[in-house]
């Protein structure tokens, strides 16, 4: 069960990219609080900004910046004060790990998957590598795999196998959090309902918490204890899971919910139509506006806050605050 | 009302594909990917073809339009035998049969304007001589596939669509030659789920109203309901249940088709707080799966019949074929 402490506070976070053709404001006003083992699911459309929210918070991020700012405060401390030398010595790998989209492609062909598994404690902790090797060959046997398969090279793992090193990685420097961005997006159904099993055993076991990155509501649904949508770069609603899934707020949350195919129901599915807005020419007021069948003036001309129906629960829309 | 018209017919469909270990190896290996597929479809309807990446969808989806050719058994389409047809009478099915890949954004060239991609395979085909019939023709298919006002759509690049759109070019591709026969392989599982559904209702109304055979390529059950009238599950290159999706859903039998509904992650709050109960391991590697049943060393069930000898499909209920000796009678 959660207990009060908070681990890890997210305030007013902000991550603007720079391209060619303009700022690509891929993420604004991100805020949410994590107590020791929840987890939050991150979800919404492709491009959205949900990976942009995973690099940002460990502070992995591409050249072309614009503007990164905001607080992250894990155990109290501001982390975003940081000096890079000091985030990479104590928060990076450490107090926040992080399994990367397409983990699995990632791995270097040329080393054997259990040293691959080990580097962050040889690189990060100074570990000696045999030590770091035996550790590495502990964790991928608690992610299913045969510990033989440390010698592998990944060319001689699938994909499965290949994404439970990337899982056993990011749990090596015994981190509390853990950011999972789509950890079985490419996998099959089965191989997936296995990773998941694992994931929540290890969850209760080692006590962590997850941000936990999906466009899959019914996958999100098998971790989470808490739900943030994102919606072109703002959250728009954010609750517990158990009220997300039955009383889902926002315009938006209805509709991604309503578009989920079920085998348990006899509701038939309905799209959204239309498509999110670019990042760089955001439409005025609400930024759902457009596609949004509940719209009306102020919708296009008045971007709405977060409005709090409960202490846990905030949506950014007209219909939930701010008079009419 | 139009009575049922049997479109294709498959019997006992084997595609093997030669692979070689070391060149100075005399050795041939085979990878059966499509290993005695048999099922049949009529006018207008749809079959779903479900199962992991790896079981031969692809593979019997594209044997079945002829892009390759079957090793052994026999594609029967309109009543006639195309299993091994050749030059101009294979060009002919290939008007006939339509294909939509997965990957949206691989389909198209990218310095194509739309109207140059569609206009494609109506200059190999030459069906439409006149530049204004196909004109017509690009703008009709655009229209179908609810890209308006067509002439906004003609005329962009690829890169200027979002996924969705492209996907809808290229069911307008699939169909622009009027074809009776349409294979879908995973259409929709790079899109989001809010587009998803979209689609495939999209394809959905198209095969009804131009009387479409669509074979629908899925790993995800969830979809199939909704969009097919058949539903066939695969494993390892063999089909390991087939019915109408209705049954498939309702009343699964095989371990394999079991395990995958138990799978199928599904938005309830409460699955967090437990474990789903599913088979662990991963499917063999075709080049030498098991003899005797291919799910046997995953299967919870197995006894030891299951690791001797491949079951057949037996008929469980009427319609209703399963490969599992669980429904053997003996
Ligand atoms: N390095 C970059 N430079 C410029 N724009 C970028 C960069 N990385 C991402 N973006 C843009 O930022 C937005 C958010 O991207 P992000 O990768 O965070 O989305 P996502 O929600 O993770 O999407 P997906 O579900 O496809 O993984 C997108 O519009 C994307 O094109
Ligand atoms: N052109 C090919 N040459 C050799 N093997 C192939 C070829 N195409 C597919 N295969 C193999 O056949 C099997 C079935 O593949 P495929 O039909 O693509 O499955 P699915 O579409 O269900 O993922 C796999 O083992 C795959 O590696
Ligand atoms: S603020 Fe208006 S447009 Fe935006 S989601 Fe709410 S009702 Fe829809
Ligand atoms: S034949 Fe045997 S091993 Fe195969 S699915 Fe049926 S019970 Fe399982
Ligand atoms: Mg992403
Ligand atoms: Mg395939």
Redesign the interface.
């Known amino acids: 069960m959660s207990e009060d402490k908070t681990v890890l506070s997210v305030r007013d976070l902000k991550l603007y990219y720079r391209t060619k053709k303009g700022v690509v404001k891929a993420l604004e006003e991100i805020a949410f609080d994590l107590k020791k083992e929840d987890?939050l699911a991150v979800v919404g459309?492709?491009g959205c900004g949900k990976s942009t929210l995973a690099r940002a918070l460990v502070r992995v991020l591409p050249r072309n910046i614009h503007t990164y700012e905001g607080k992250v405060i894990l155990n109290g401390r501001n982390v975003m004060e940081l000096d890079e030398e000091t985030f990479r010595r104590e928060v990076r790998w450490k107090k926040i790990s992080i399994v990367f989209q397409g983990a699995m492609n990632s791995f270097n062909p040329v080393f054997r998957i259990g040293y691959q598994v080990a580097e962050p404690l040889i690189i990060h902790d100074n570990v000696e590598k045999k030590e770091a090797l035996n550790r590495a060959r502990q964790l991928m046997e608690l992610m299913?795999m045969p510990g033989a398969f440390a010698e592998r090279y990944p060319f001689e793992l699938?994909g499965?196998m290949k994404q439970r090193a990337a899982i056993a990685m990011a749990l090596i420097t015994n981190p509390e959090i853990v950011i999972l961005d789509e950890p079985t997006s490419a996998l099959?159904?089965?191989?997936?309902?296995?990773i998941?099993?694992l994931l929540?055993?290890i969850k209760n076991e080692l006590r962590l918490t997850y941000v936990f990155i999906t466009?899959?509501?019914?996958?999100?649904?098998?971790?989470?204890?808490k739900v943030a949508v994102i919606y072109a770069g703002k959250m728009v609603e954010i609750s517990a899971?158990?009220v997300?899934?039955?009383e889902p707020k926002h315009p938006y949350s209805r509709?991604?919910?309503a578009?989920?195919?079920?085998?348990?129901t006899d509701r038939?599915?309905?799209?959204?139509?239309g498509?999110p807005p670019s990042l760089i020419d955001l439409p005025s007021g609400c930024r759902f506006h457009p596609r949004c069948r509940f719209a009306w003036d102020k919708c296009r001309t008045e971007e709405p806050s977060m409005f709090r129906l409960e202490e846990n629960h905030l949506v950014r829309c007209w219909l939930y605050g701010g008079g009419k | 009302m139009s009575s049922d018209v049997r479109l294709l017919e498959l019997e006992d469909l084997r595609k093997w594909f030669e692979i070689r270990r070391g060149f100075l190896s005399s050795k041939t290996n085979y990878v059966k990917a499509v290993d005695g597929v048999s099922f049949s479809l009529d006018e207008g309807k749809a079959v779903s073809l479900v199962g992991e990446s790896g079981s031969g969808k692809t593979t019997l989806g594209k044997t079945i339009i002829r892009l390759y050719e079957p090793n052994s058994g026999r594609i029967i389409f309109q009543g006639k035998d195309v299993t091994h047809i050749r030059a101009n009478e294979l060009k002919w099915y290939r008007r006939m049969t339509g294909l939509v890949q997965q990957d949206p954004f691989g389909a198209f060239a990218s310095h194509f304007t739309i109207f140059r991609s569609l206009e494609e395979p109506l200059l190999i085909h030459n069906t439409v001589k006149s530049k204004e019939e196909r004109a017509e023709r690009i703008f009709k298919a655009l229209e179908e596939v609810r890209l308006t006002p067509v002439e906004d759509f003609a005329y962009k690049y690829p890169h200027m669509l979002s996924g969705g759109q492209l996907q809808r070019v290229a069911i307008a591709r699939a169909i622009i030659l009027e074809p009776k026969l349409i294979v879908a392989d995973e259409p929709v599982s790079m899109l989001d789920a809010s587009v998803r559904i979209e689609i495939l209702t999209l394809l959905r109304r198209l095969q009804e109203r131009l009387r479409l055979g669509v074979i629908y390529i899925t790993h995800d059950l969830a979809t199939t309901r909704f969009f097919s009238e058949w539903a066939l599950i695969m494993y390892a290159g063999h089909v390991m249940e087939k019915a109408s999706t209705q049954e498939v859903l309702r009343n699964p039998l095989h371990p394999y088709t079991r395990a995958l509904l138990t799978a199928t992650p599904e938005p309830n709050p409460e699955n967090r707080n437990r474990f789903k109960e599913v088979p662990p391991g991963e499917p063999p590697a075709l080049i030498d799966p098991p003899k005797s049943c291919r799910f046997s060393p995953r299967c919870p069930h197995a006894f030891d019949k299951c690791f001797k000898e491949e079951p057949p499909e037996f008929e469980a209920a009427s319609g209703h074929w399963v490969k599992c000796w669980l429904y053997g009678r003996s």
Not at chain 1, 219 to 224: G, P
Not at chain 1, 259 to 264: A, E, G, K, W
Not at chain 1, 268 to 273: H, V
Request: net charge negative.
């Open positions: 987890v459309e492709s299913g699938s499965g099959d159904v089965l191989t997936q309902a296995n998941i099993n929540k055993r466009h899959d509501l019914g996958l999100a649904s098998e971790l989470a204890n899971a158990d997300f899934y039955t509709g991604l919910i578009s989920v195919p079920t085998l348990s038939t599915p309905e799209f959204i139509s498509s």
